[in-house]
């Protein structure tokens, strides 16, 4: 029997354990691309043949990916998309428009997304489908679902990546920064926490069984990235209040469209565990992305891409 910790049911944390892993990411990235084969995955990714075997099977586990073996040519199978993971559409679209935001620095590559529906270059945008507002960390309060429990979730032994996807062989990935950054479980729980107002080691450790010093190391790497600024309230010793940088804050995008998926695909009967509220309108919060130009939400085979340089 896998060994297993509990912590409060949420749809981020179960969509994580699901798709969370940085290597699983890079994969789903890689075939939205249009990548399908083994080797052109290994080669594209920069992993090692064992851990794509490992990723690939576990994706196909979750139902995130079909395996076709073609009568053919038995030799050479393809991965695909599923219903499932076809939805992480959006997921995407908001870790482009991050990554463009925070990392297209002069000399690099970055996507420019076309809406074919107004013919323009566009910023995807989350936004309330009952108010038609942006959504924004500051406009959104949470309070326990019907799907409100403890969870038990498989402990896990794979180890935060010291190798960055970023240096990896392929330099056509969109968000491959993010990847890095929230393609590890912990991380990515610390940052979700702080969108509901956690700021003191103490805090993210009561809620997180973790150990402290694997905490001591995420809040560092997420101070690093300026994912976090870290603000002393105490002498002898130091301690810090952890708060949201603007790149930080620019991330709740992402986060939310990681929610409703999870609440879609990875809840149980009894329904989401967390309801989100839009302020302004004061509706339990659906959003959707949306193009910046005319407002339309986007589909997927509505949008083209192009990379520049910068």
Not at 32 to 59: C, H, P, Q, Y
Not at 257 to 268: R, V
Not at 274 to 294: E, G, K, M, W, Y
Request: glycine content about 4%; proline content about 5%; aromatic content about 10%.
């Amino acid at each position: 029997m896998s060994e297993t910790f509990r912590t409060k049911a949420s749809s981020i944390n179960r969509a994580l354990d699901q798709i969370g892993d940085k290597w699983c990411l890079v994969i789903l990235q890689e075939i939205f691309w249009g990548i399908r084969t083994f080797n052109e995955l290994l080669n594209a990714s920069g992993m090692s043949r064992g851990v794509l075997s490992d990723r690939l099977k576990w994706l196909q586990k979750v139902d995130c990916l079909r395996k076709l073996v073609p009568p053919d040519n038995p030799r050479r199978p393809t991965y695909h998309l599923t219903t499932k993971s076809t939805e992480i559409y959006s997921l995407a679209l908001m870790a482009t428009a991050w990554e463009n935001r925070f990392f297209a620095h002069k000399g690099s590559r970055r996507i420019v997304l076309t809406h074919q529906v107004c013919q323009r270059t566009f910023t995807p945008q989350l936004c309330c489908v009952k108010c038609d507002k942006e959504v924004q960390a500051k406009d959104v309060t949470y309070r326990p679902g019907p799907g409100f429990q403890i969870d038990d979730r498989a402990k896990k032994v794979r180890r935060r990546s010291s190798v960055e996807t970023a240096l990896g062989p392929n330099s056509l990935n969109p968000y491959l920064n993010l990847i890095d950054i929230i393609g590890d479980r912990w991380t990515a729980n610390v940052i979700a926490l702080a969108y509901h107002g956690f700021k003191r080691f103490d805090q993210f450790h009561a809620e997180l069984p973790i150990a402290t010093n694997l905490l001591s190391d995420r809040l560092k790497y997420l101070a690093n990235k300026d994912i976090f600024i870290p603000v002393p309230y105490q002498d002898k010793p130091v301690r810090y209040h952890y708060h949201l940088s603007e790149k930080g804050l620019a991330m709740f995008p992402f986060f939310i469209a990681l929610l409703q998926w999870g609440d879609k695909w990875c809840s149980d009967e009894t329904g989401a565990p967390v309801i989100t509220n839009h302020t302004p309108c004061q509706h339990d919060l659906f959003a959707v992305v949306r193009c910046s130009h005319c407002q339309r939400d986007i589909n997927p085979n509505e949008v083209t891409f192009e990379w520049i340089e910068n």
